[in-house]
Structure formats: C-alpha cells, structure tokens
C-alpha cells in the first residue's frame, strides 16, 4: 500500500502543476474536442478522480485485465529455444487464459468504444489562458487509418513532406521562413480499433498566433491541391530508409516489430517489404493521401492562449473567402460563452495612480525608502525534480542582487548574480556572462521599490482583464516588460519580460501571491517562474529587512 500512495501522490502532484500549464491544457481539450469525454483518447485524469481511486480498484483492474491471453511475451537475443521455452512454461505456465475477456470489450459493455464523430465544419476553437506566455496551436482531424491499409505509406510520405521533420514544409515555413516559431511539425496517427488523429502543430508568440494559423492552412491547402515535386518524394523516401536501417539495429525495434505483426493482423512479411513499399510511393499517392487524410473542410483549429492579444486577429481568418467560426471552451473542454477580454477602464486611472497605490498597500513610500537589503530564503520546487532545492535571494539598493540555490548534499546548483555592473550566471561550473540587454535591464532598476521611481509617463494600461479570478491591470513597462496589478487591492500579481539568450527570445511570467507583513512592508511569500511549460514554485520561508551585505558579495 505504502507503495501505492506514492505513486498515487506523484500523479497527483503531477496533475496538479498541469492545471497552470498551457502545453498540458492545450493536449488535453484537443482530445476531448476530437473524440469527446465518452472516448477513452478523450477522457483524462482529475483530482477528483484520482483521489477516489484505492489500492483494491488496481488490483481490481489488474485481476481483471492482466491475461495470458491479452498479452504479448517477445523475446530477443542469443537464446536456446529450447530452454527459453521451458523457462517459460515454468514462470507463467499457472497463469490462466480469461474465457470471458472478450465478452469485457463487446458493444454496450463499459470497455466499448464509441466512434468518435467527425464535425463538417472547419472551427476554431480557443481556450483562453490569460497568464499563458505562448499560444499553442494545432490543426487536427480524424483519420481513419490502419497499417494494413493500401495507402498506409502513401500516408507517412505525405505527413514526412508535409511536417515530419525539421526537412519538412511546415517547418521550412514558420521557422525558417516566417520566424514564427522554434519549430513546427505534424504527425498522422494509425489506429486498428478506432479513429486517429492527423495533427499539425507549433508554440508561438501571442502577436503572431492568427499569421502562423494562416500559414497552416495554407501549407495544408498547398499540398492537397498541388503536387509534390519529384526531388521532396525522394528525400522523403531516403529519409525513411536510412531511418529503417538505424532502427533495426536496435533489438527493441525487431521486438516492437514482432508485436505489431501479431497485434495488428499483418502479413509475416510485413517488414520485409516495408522500403519497397514506401519505394512504391507515387507523386500522385502522395496527393491521394493529403486530400484524403489531411482535410481542411472539417478541421479543429485549437489555439490555447492569452485570448485578450489574439482573439482579435483570430476573428478575421478565413478558409474559402468564409470567416472561420470561433468557439471557445475551459481548460477541461466543456463550452463556455465568449469570456470578456478587455473591460472598460474609467478615465480617471492612469498608471501614476496604479503605481502610487500599490505603494500605498504595500507599506507607504516612507516605509519603503527605508528599506536597503532584503534577504529571502526560499523552499523550491521544480517539477518531476528528485530534490527540492533551497534558495536564497539578496538584494541591496539601488540594484545589487544575487540567487543562489542548493541542495544539501550536493551543494550549489546555481548561482546568479549582479554588481551593478556586470553579471553571471554559474551552473554545473560554467559561468555565463550577462548579455548587454540582461545588464542595461539591471542597470535600468533605480532600488529595491520599482514602483517608486519608474516614470509612469512613459507607461500605458493596455487592458484590463480577468485572470484566474482577479481583474487585472495591465501595464505595459517598456517594450518588453508588462505588469499585472489587482484592480480592487492593487498589489503586483504577475510579472511578464522576455528575453534574449544565446540568441533567442525567452518569455518568461513570475506570479506573486500570499502576500505578509514583515517590518511593516506587505511582501509576498509565494513565486511562480513559468518559462515554457515548467513552472518552478517558491515558497518564502524567511525575509529579513536592512541587513548588512557588504557590496563584494554580489561579484
């Protein structure tokens, strides 16, 4: 038992850091809007229902489904058949074949699975996330599609010109082309005892969310209707060979093989053929296959982002000269209205005021100018992290600040720190300097209240929205910088900079909640840093108020 309550709170925990994760979000509501919630790809995991699982109901399960005759044994390497076989024999020759186990999945059981239903209408369908940094996108239809269907090979070369890889069209556009994205790829599903998916996707900035949703469609459109050119066919055909060849001198790949001839009805041969048969692929296959398998005319178009920045532009794409229709749904793919977006705000605030009330709630500016150093130690906790790592956290007027986080018995795992100058990041004993954008923003902070000096005139509201139950004040600090206050208390809730490393453009949220008094000053004692889709979580522990640090520290 001990053993299944740790299992049992892993996957808890984990269901618990999907709730704030967009990535996690967005996968789970496109498998409810392609099959529904009666279908096992469509049904997920809650809290509620995990916490009324028992150790009884898994054994339940196990005595029910775990049988000799629902199950596969392969074995690979250099054996003796022979004694191979008695082994066997010896250590599952008790266990008994269930006579009824095919009576568990016929029609009107629990275990039947009901087709899922094709919608006739390409839609959109936006689930918003007001805190989500990026916007998720995925362009899906159902296939009905098995491997031992003739165009089962046409299929994959399609889906490999169309977004398989970094060779791919997809990717060459909305990466390489358009700089939407990181990377942009697609997938075709194959599925013996119900419906597929094919699938195309990326993670971009809110900005360009509707451009890289055009360009899906396009690319999808371009491929349907005009035909490959003979140079992609055959880079598409050599890209699997020499794949084939890789994977079969893996052992797993001839065992996955094996099981996949017994399981899916193929032909012993099956394999054999395999190259010859993408060999086979034609020009117009591949065209056969696209019409057929990727289609636009009934496609979900799911965006799971900050609806206030995207839903705009998304409310002007269209297929055919047609405004594609917009529905929206909640993280759990129940429907919901269209939600508010932007509330009016009254002419009489402005962001002089935000920010002076915010001063105001959180001590008053006599108490904050007193303030030179804070110190704060913090518990981390990083998801599917075997450790929870220690943090402490210095800061001294004007803009001197160090992080340092460690685990005991393993010692620093990170450090990071900020003269006033110059700046670094240390890990696993490599130290990396500060970027120029990275110490012109440290230089930029004039003490330890921003609030206090930063000029408001040069600042804008950009909206007001409802986040997580709180309306919001959105205030836009520079062009890479945005504040959330709370419009009743007006305390900061959320933080939102991007930035540039290595090249790259990060964006990354820092939430501020539990909010206490220490020394007079209202600071909060919780963290989450979101950067993609992890989320690491600081609970402050202590914070100590104009302790002495001498400025060396922080070299």
């Known amino acids: 038992k001990e053993e299944f309550n740790q299992e049992k709170n892993i996957l808890l925990d984990n269901i618990k850091n999907d709730e704030k994760n967009t990535v996690s979000i967005a996968r789970r509501v496109e498998n409810v809007l392609a099959y529904g919630f009666d279908h096992p790809y469509g049904e997920f995991i809650t809290k509620e229902s995990m916490e009324k699982i028992e150790l009884k109901d898994a054994i339940k399960f196990y005595d029910d489904y775990f049988k000799p005759n629902n199950a596969y044994l392969v074995i690979i390497g250099d054996i003796d058949v022979k004694k191979t076989k008695k082994l066997v024999k010896k250590l599952f020759g008790k266990w008994k074949n269930d006579r009824d186990l095919e009576r568990k999945f016929l029609k009107g059981s629990k275990n039947e699975i009901k087709e899922p239903i094709q919608q006739e209408e390409i839609t959109i369908n936006v689930i918003d996330m007001p805190n989500s940094a990026n916007s998720e996108i995925t362009f899906q239809n159902l296939v009905d599609l098995k491997m031992i ?177 917009i529905s929206y749904f909640d993280k759990y793919g129940n429907p919901i209205d269209k939600p508010v977006f932007n ?95 990275q110490i012109n923003s440290e230089k930029e902070k004039l003490g330890l209240f921003e609030e206090i000096y930063l000029d408001s005139s040069k600042m804008e509201i950009i909206s007001l929205n409802q986040i997580e139950g709180k309306d919001l004040y959105k205030i836009k600090i520079n062009e890479t910088t945005f504040r959330y206050y709370d419009a009743k208390t007006y305390l900061l809730i959320m933080k939102e900079e991007t930035s540039s490393q290595a090249g790259n453009e990060i964006k990354s949220i820092t939430k501020y909640s539990n909010y206490k008094q ?13 950067s993609g889709p992890q989320t690491i979580v600081f609970e402050i522990t202590s914070i100590k108020l104009n302790e ?7 070299k």
């Open 149 to 325: 269907d003739e165009d089962y090979y046409s299929a994959l070369i399609a889906n490999r010109i169309f977004g398989a890889g970094p060779e791919s069209r997809l990717f060459n556009n909305i990466r390489e082309d358009k700089g939407y994205a990181y990377g942009a790829y697609s997938s075709i599903g194959d599925d013996k005892y119900s419906k597929a998916k094919f699938r195309a996707s990326t993670s971009t900035r809110s900005q360009v969310t509707d451009s890289a949703l055009v360009e899906i469609i396009k690319e999808i459109n371009k491929i349907n209707k005009i035909p490959v050119s003979a140079e992609e066919l055959k880079n598409a055909k050599a890209k699997y060979l020499g794949e084939f060849v890789l994977a079969m001198e893996r052992p797993s790949t001839i065992a996955n093989y094996a099981i996949n001839i017994e399981s899916n009805e193929l032909k012993s041969d099956y394999y054999k053929k395999f190259l010859s048969n993408i060999n086979a692929v034609s020009i117009k296959d591949v065209q056969n296959a696209a019409t057929k398998y990727f289609s636009l005319k009934n496609a979900q178009l799911v965006v799971t982002g900050k609806g206030s920045e995207i839903i705009d532009n998304l409310e002007k794409v269209s297929f055919e000269n047609k405004i594609i229709p």
């Open 343 to 437: 509330k009016e705000i009254s002419s009489e605030v402005n962001v002089k005021a935000i920010f002076l009330n915010y001063v105001n709630a959180i001590g008053g500016i006599d108490v904050l100018n007193k303030v030179k150093s804070i110190t704060t130690n913090a518990s981390v906790k990083i998801p599917n992290a075997p450790f929870s790592p220690k943090a402490e956290i210095k800061q001294k007027h004007p803009n001197l600040n160090s992080l340092v986080m460690s685990v005991e018995g393993m010692g620093t795992l990170m450090s990071q720190k900020f003269d006033g100058e110059n700046g670094y990041t240390e890990q696993m004993g490599q130290k990396i300097p500060f970027e120029k954008d």
């Open 518 to 530: 220490i020394g007079g000053v209202l600071l909060a004692h919780k963290r989450e840093v979101v």
């Open 548 to 554: 002495e640090i001498d400025d060396s520290f922080f």
